[in-house]
């Protein structure tokens, strides 16, 4: 089973240069060394922070734990810490609610993602609505449902609906129209709280590395 690691930072005042060159020689080759495979870099464009949302992927919560709780993982992130605040993680496994595939590097893309808590006792119900409405009004919307995603360590709503699309525009021009309006209405009224979102436009230090890995295969 997929699990989902998700980091989330501000970057100190002052020391974004020195931020940056961190990351991309040493921090995030190091994770992907020690078996934490970086699939996403993000920063949030629209809704509230930490800005900066690091997204990487283990085959299981065991696996994760022990990378985590090694020596070299406690070191790189102390060494993070000298450059950033506001640092939290959070881990999620697949929810069931959406097709799972394996979860590879999307390129050129941004994400809409939508949290919330499940209200008590409506959860077969949430199912049929988030099966008979959501997924076909937000595919309708060219904004899918790529993932589905439920919080077990870290702190905030449960849910995690992840949306896909090809740039700002087109996530501006689905969530402001009344398909995608009602389908709020409707969760919110009948069975969800604590509901936000983000707007996520990706950073280029993971996606621009792996192109430049697949260009080179081919030489």
């Avoid at 020195?18 to 991309?24: G, K, L, N, P, R």
């Avoid at 990378?67 to 506001?86: A, D, G, P």
């Avoid at 449960?158 to 090809?166: K, P, V």
Wanted: aromatic share 12%; glycine share 8%.
């Amino acid at each position: 089973m997929t699990i989902l690691f998700t980091q989330y930072w501000d970057v100190m005042p002052g020391k974004f240069d020195e931020y940056a060159s961190f990351v991309t020689q040493e921090y995030n080759p190091t994770l992907e060394k020690l078996g934490i495979r970086l699939v996403g870099g993000y920063y949030v464009a629209v809704g509230e922070g930490p800005r900066i949302v690091a997204v990487a992927t283990v085959d299981e919560t065991e696996n994760l734990r022990k990378t985590i709780s090694s020596r070299e993982y406690r070191v790189l992130s102390n060494k993070l810490l000298e450059y950033v605040w506001k640092y939290t993680n959070k881990v999620y496994v697949p929810s069931g609610r959406i097709q799972e595939g394996p979860y590879r590097i999307q390129t050129g893309v941004w994400k809409f993602n939508q949290y919330y808590n499940i209200l008590r006792g409506k959860e077969a119900d949430h199912l049929k609505f988030v099966k008979d409405e959501c997924l076909p009004g937000m595919d309708e919307l060219k904004v899918p449902l790529t993932g589905g995603w439920r919080l077990v360590i870290g702190s905030g709503p449960r849910i995690l609906a992840e949306g896909t699309g090809r740039n700002i525009v087109d996530i501006a021009k689905a969530i402001d129209t009344s398909l995608f309006r009602k389908l709020v209405r409707t969760l919110k009224n009948n069975y969800a709280t604590d509901y936000s979102s983000r707007i996520l436009a990706p950073t280029g230090r993971i996606e621009v590395p792996y192109l430049m890995s697949e260009m080179m295969k081919k030489f």
